[in-house]
C-alpha cells in the first residue's frame, strides 16, 4: 500500500507563493506517475498538474499554466507543487495522487489526505 502526506497548505494573501510538499512511503510502485489535484467547496476535484518519473513531462490545468509548478525528488520520495501568483479561485484542498502508469490528467489509484490553500483578496 502506498502512501501520500501532503504538507504546505495554509493562508496567503492573493498574489502570494506557497510550496506544497507530498512525501511516498510504504510500497511505493515502480516508476510512478505524480500529481496534483484539488477541490474547492461545492465543487469536484479538479486536475491541476501532474508529473513523470523522469520529470521530463508534465501537464498542467490552463487556469495554472505558467503560475504553479509541479516537480519531484525520486530519491527522497517527494513531489512538490510550486504555486506563484495565487487567487482567491485557488483556495482549495489540494491531493497528492499516484499510479502505476504513465501520466496523465487522470485515472490516478492512490491519494493523500489534502492540504487546506486558502488564498485571501
Known amino acids: 500500500q502506498v502512501q501520500l502526506v501532503e504538507s504546505g497548505g495554509g493562508l496567503v494573501q492573493a498574489g502570494g507563493s506557497l510550496r506544497l510538499s507530498c512525501a511516498a512511503s510504504?510500497?511505493?510502485?515502480?516508476?510512478?506517475?505524480m500529481a496534483w489535484f484539488r477541490q474547492a467547496p461545492g465543487k469536484e476535484r479538479d486536475f491541476v498538474a501532474a508529473?513523470?518519473?523522469?520529470?521530463?513531462?508534465?501537464y498542467y490545468a490552463d487556469s495554472v499554466k505558467g503560475r504553479f509548478t509541479i516537480s519531484r525528488d525520486n530519491v527522497k520520495k517527494m513531489v512538490y507543487l510550486q504555486m506563484n501568483s495565487l487567487n482567491p479561485e485557488d483556495t482549495a484542498v489540494y491531493y497528492c495522487?499516484?499510479?502505476?502508469?504513465?501520466?496523465?490528467?487522470?485515472?490516478?489509484?492512490?491519494w493523500g489526505q489534502g492540504t487546506q490553500v486558502t488564498v485571501s483578496s
Open positions: 510504504g510500497r511505493t510502485v515502480s516508476r510512478p506517475a
Open positions: 508529473v513523470n518519473w523522469s520529470g521530463g513531462t508534465t
Open positions: 495522487a499516484a499510479k502505476n502508469a504513465p501520466v496523465s490528467v487522470g485515472g490516478y489509484d492512490y
